[in-house]
């Protein structure tokens, strides 16, 4: 009885030492003595299955948080290397695909490419459709862009309406080959709350070389974007080192002319506008030049682009306005047998987007006792046309103040004459590039005559500007035009030089 209850006590012994190195399923069938030592087997096992259960439930919960936390870390990685608005990489984890394509070239193959793109115009449809339209317009570019790379590419957004592509292994003829057909696939309209909306892009590509840094790739796809954007935009230009200068120029500019509008650097000339029967001078167009202390003499072209860009345009239009009104209060006494003599401004279109525009001109001509009849404001055709309803309603603003408004450059956009109609001006400036084949090209004289009289037909004056030669004002006299401005009848020259010429008419 003795050995066998030893013999029981040694397996119970067993039983525990087997629990405790963590096997909770070990058990110990009771004998049936129903003794003591009986009543303690029953009294481990049930404590076992017990034990077993508990460690059960606790292993499953321990598996569901880390299930969660896998699932909240994956979260919190998209979070870090998603745009959310899009879904497409970020600037972080673009710059992680970069050095991954460049480690890949060094090891044998094609570098890759990097394609910098910015919407033309998003900023319109922001203004004007408000935000929700604008994130629509930006989750619609990132499909189209997604449609056009390959699955090895990756399609960033940097903020706002950048985009970044980095495609490895690309030579360069495969980079513009994409870009086209990106540019391409943002050429079909959008419809975002029932409007069609364009979003047409400008892209600037860099190739990778050996040993180039994200950094320096991000920058200079920037800087050719930026050149693409300057030359005509909706274009993909691939990076140069000669646009770097270009850059920098740009930058010396904007860092410069905000001193020069206020230190008296800028000088307005002013181009006489003629009768085209008498050769008298029925008005003059006001245009700017930049007397820079080191550099010369720096014309409207280079300054006038980085003026709009840069915001300085507003600045450099008051004074342009205020140097003008003021000249013409001075020329008054010799115009008084000149009714139609006007100053003509160039109006950027970064001016007549802004409020206010209409009123500090009307302040102007009050504070010199200027008439608003002596006043004519030109705005380019082109720039008119890019700048679809902010561009018309700003110019119906201009109306009231009563001064004149013309279409400047005509014939270089593609506007017809049933929209000139639709606008609120009374004069149309043909640009030069119609005029200077007409001596020679019979089809081109027919042109600008079709135009002089389609522009007359609907009631609208003409001014050709451009006029180079006496041959050409004797043939634009014989085709019925009436007004000329250009190099026949004066370069653009200074107030005195123009008080002279007044002074001799009158
Ligand atoms: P625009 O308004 O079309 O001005 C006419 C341009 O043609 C002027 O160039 C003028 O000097 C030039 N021009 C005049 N006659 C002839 C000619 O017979 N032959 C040739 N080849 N050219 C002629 P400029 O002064 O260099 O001005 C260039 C542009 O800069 C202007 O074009 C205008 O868009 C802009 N601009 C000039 N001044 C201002 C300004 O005060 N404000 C703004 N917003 N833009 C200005
Ligand atoms: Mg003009
Ligand atoms: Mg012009």
Known sequence: MADQSDARLDQLVDLIVELASGNLSARLEPSGVRDQIDAVITGINLLAEELQDVYGDLESRVEERTRMLKQAQAELERLALRDPLTGLA?????GDRIAQAVAWAERGAEPPAVLLLDLDGFKTINDSLGHTAGDAVLVEVARRLTSVMRSMD??????????????????AEQ???VAAEALEVLKEPLTVHGRSVWALASIGIRMAETGDTTDTLIRDADTAMYEAKTNGRGRALLYQPAMHHAVQRRLRVVSELGNAIHNGQLRLTYQPIVRLDTELIAGVEGLVRWHHPHRGLIMPNEFIPVAEDSGLIIDLGHWVSETAISQIAEWEPLLVDNDEFR???NVSPVELRRP????????????HAVSNRRLALEISETALMSEDVGGLEALRGLESLGTSLEIDDFGTGYSSIAYLRRLPIDTVKLDRSLVTDITTDPGQRRFIGAVLNLVQSVGLDAV???????AQAQLLRELGCTHAQGHAFGRPMSAAKLTDRL????
């Open 343 to 345: 100053v003509h401004l």
């Open 356 to 367: 206010g525009l209409s009123d500090h001109l009307r302040a102007t001509l009050d504070l």
């Open 175 to 177: 980079a513009l080959q």
């Open 90 to 94: 970020n600037r972080s984890l673009l």
């Open 503 to 506: 002074v001799a008419q009158a």
């Open 464 to 470: 050709v500007e451009g006029v180079e030669t006496k």
């Open 154 to 171: 990756t399609v960033a957004r940097l903020g706002g309406d950048e985009f970044a592509v980095v495609m490895p292994d690309t030579t």
